[in-house]
């Protein structure tokens, strides 16, 4: 199966259905009065996490998501019904942007968690909702709410406990499929892991850790060289850091320069991915120079850092590193991302700011444009074929304070105000 970890959809919830102008109209009951009723809620679209996926390969192929608009209300006071919400399933680890304010909208890291993205608009309401004394057949109702539409970054972020990391071609990938039921491919050559294989390791004590053997890292990889940033991505949630070196020095490498050259970049991501704890495994102990350079390697390290030499290939030494990833597990607590502390509490049911602000924009020759949410999805919900419903829209631009910054911007009366597609002379 072909790995996504990264996609741009767009999303648009449902429009809500039209409230109605309506009269009961019966025999023997003269002058009924309004009975038009409301539209129904707008279908919004919901994110929900599943263990079933481990890729986003079907966004990658399908890049827009609409839901369907409530029903228009009906007479005799009936209201319309509400349309279905569409639920779309993505892998646990999946964290969700806004692409245009990169803001986090959710962060789905639990089975069958949800996450409203986009809500659905509200129905309008239908004439009866608006008779008073004063006016007892009112003949305004109201539009539906436009649904709520983001132009969204799904971006899947593996839940590993444990990160394997090295060098291409150092036995990250032969460790994996040895020491768990991972079958990751292997082969002679460089990077032939180009997207993150997930194994479940269980210790012969009976300790068992999810464990992910990642890319392989080169130099630069913190400014995006090579996988870059693909491969550094995936380590953010690890707790435990496997380092694995080639000891055997193949092709030339020397296994001290390597280690150093791999931490530097795990600095210089911002993550603070050294903070993690690591365990050095120092693999192809069965090459012709690894004694020698395992001696030389643990001088330059220390006597106090523990390495653990192992043949992988053949599973020689596999057993004791890994009852030392699950003791430091143990231990370790979670490690929070740079979203975590930049939005402590998730927004996983994301409400969207009803913001009463609007611009207003001097067009020339007397013509002027005001946009802002507020005033825009006043338009769009008021019934302006109707007096009532022109006047009840114009006391709204009244109440939110319109008509004085009108004055203030030095419109004019006779002058033109356009919102959306909705034009109007202004007058004192």
């Not at 406990?161 to 079958?183: I, W, Y």
């Not at 390697?297 to 290939?313: C, H, R, Y």
């Not at 009366?413 to 007058?427: C, Q, S």
């Given at each position: 199966?072909?790995?996504?970890?990264?996609?741009?959809?767009?999303?648009?919830?449902?429009?809500?259905?039209?409230?109605?102008?309506?009269?009961?109209?019966?025999?023997?009951?003269?002058?009924?009065?309004?009975?038009?009723?409301?539209?129904?809620?707008?279908?919004?679209?919901?994110?929900?996490?599943?263990?079933?996926?481990?890729?986003?390969?079907?966004?990658?192929?399908?890049?827009?998501?609409?839901?369907?608009?409530?029903?228009?209300?009906?007479?005799?006071?009936?209201?319309?019904?509400?349309?279905?919400?569409?639920?779309?399933?993505?892998?646990?680890?999946?964290?969700?942007?806004?692409?245009?304010?990169?803001?986090?909208?959710?962060?789905?890291?639990?089975?069958?968690?949800?996450?409203?993205?986009?809500?659905?608009?509200?129905?309008?309401?239908?004439?009866?909702?608006?008779?008073?004394?004063?006016?007892?057949?009112?003949?305004?109702?109201?539009r539906g709410e436009p649904g709520e539409k983001h132009n969204l970054i799904c971006e899947l972020k593996l839940l590993a406990d444990v990160g394997l990391v090295g060098f291409p071609s150092v036995g990250k990938s032969t460790l994996l499929s040895v020491v768990s039921r991972a079958k990751?491919?292997?082969?002679d050559y460089h990077f032939t892991t180009i997207v993150p294989n997930l194994g479940v390791v269980q210790a012969k004590d009976g300790r068992s850790f999810v464990m992910a053997d990642l890319p392989g890292l080169i130099e630069g990889a913190s400014q995006g060289k090579g996988l870059g940033?693909?491969?550094?991505?995936?380590?953010?949630?690890?707790?435990?850091?496997?380092?694995?070196?080639?000891?055997?020095?193949?092709?030339?490498?020397?296994?001290?320069?390597?280690?150093?050259?791999?931490?530097?970049?795990?600095?210089?991501?911002?993550?603070?991915?050294?903070?993690?704890?690591?365990?050095?495994?120092?693999?192809?102990?069965?090459?012709?120079?690894?004694?020698?350079?395992?001696?030389?390697?643990?001088?330059?390290?220390?006597?106090?850092?523990?390495?653990?030499?192992?043949?992988?290939?053949?599973?020689?030494?596999?057993?004791?590193?890994?009852?030392?990833?699950?003791?430091?597990?143990?231990?370790?607590?979670?490690?929070?991302?740079?979203?975590?502390?930049?939005?402590?509490?998730?927004?996983?049911?994301?409400?969207?700011?009803?913001?009463?602000?609007?611009?207003?924009?001097?067009?020339?020759?007397?013509?002027?444009?005001?946009?802002?949410?507020?005033?825009?999805?006043?338009?769009?919900?008021?019934?302006?074929?109707?007096?009532?419903?022109?006047?009840?829209?114009?006391?709204?631009?009244?109440?939110?304070?319109?008509?004085?910054?009108?004055?203030?911007?030095?419109?004019?009366?006779?002058?033109?105000?356009?919102?959306?597609?909705?034009?109007?002379?202004?007058?004192?």
């Amino acid at each position: 199966m072909k790995f996504i970890d990264k996609v741009k959809i767009y999303v648009e919830a449902g429009k809500g259905g039209d409230g109605v102008v309506a009269f009961r109209r019966e025999a023997y009951v003269p002058k009924g009065g309004p009975a038009g009723g409301d539209g129904g809620k707008g279908g919004s679209i919901i994110f929900e996490a599943t263990t079933s996926l481990s890729t986003l390969l079907d966004f990658r192929y399908h890049r827009e998501y609409k839901a369907k608009n409530g029903q228009q209300g009906m007479a005799k006071k009936m209201h319309g019904s509400d349309a279905a919400d569409m639920i779309l399933r993505v892998p646990v680890g999946t964290m969700i942007y806004d692409e245009d304010t990169g803001k986090i909208l959710a962060d789905l890291t639990r089975d069958k968690q949800r996450a409203v993205i986009a809500k659905g608009g509200r129905g309008g309401r239908g004439n009866a909702r608006f008779a008073t004394s004063r006016n007892p057949a009112p003949t305004i109702c109201e539009r539906g709410e436009p649904g709520e539409k983001h132009n969204l970054i799904c971006e899947l972020k593996l839940l590993a406990d444990v990160g394997l990391v090295g060098f291409p071609s150092v036995g990250k990938s032969t460790l994996l499929s040895v020491v768990s039921r991972a079958k990751p491919e292997i082969a002679d050559y460089h990077f032939t892991t180009i997207v993150p294989n997930l194994g479940v390791v269980q210790a012969k004590d009976g300790r068992s850790f999810v464990m992910a053997d990642l890319p392989g890292l080169i130099e630069g990889a913190s400014q995006g060289k090579g996988l870059g940033h693909q491969f550094l991505r995936h380590i953010e949630r690890c707790r435990v850091i496997v380092h694995v070196i080639d000891m055997g020095g193949s092709e030339g490498r020397d296994p001290y320069e390597d280690y150093l050259a791999i931490n530097k970049e795990l600095g210089e991501y911002k993550y603070r991915l050294l903070e993690r704890p690591q365990i050095i495994i120092a693999n192809k102990m069965d090459e012709e120079n690894a004694e020698e350079n395992l001696r030389i390697f643990q001088e330059k390290v220390g006597k106090d850092v523990k390495i653990f030499p192992v043949i992988a290939l053949i599973q020689e030494g596999v057993d004791m590193p890994l009852y030392a990833i699950a003791d430091l597990l143990e231990k370790t607590p979670q490690f929070e991302t740079e979203e975590d502390i930049q939005e402590n509490s998730i927004l996983y049911t994301y409400q969207s700011e009803d913001e009463v602000g609007f611009e207003i924009h001097n067009e020339g020759n007397g013509y002027w444009c005001v946009t802002g949410p507020k005033v825009e999805r006043i338009v769009q919900m008021s019934s302006l074929g109707s007096d009532d419903g022109v006047k009840r829209f114009a006391q709204k631009m009244r109440n939110i304070g319109l008509d004085d910054a009108l004055r203030v911007a030095g419109v004019q009366p006779g002058d033109t105000v356009t919102i959306l597609d909705f034009e109007f002379e202004f007058y004192e």
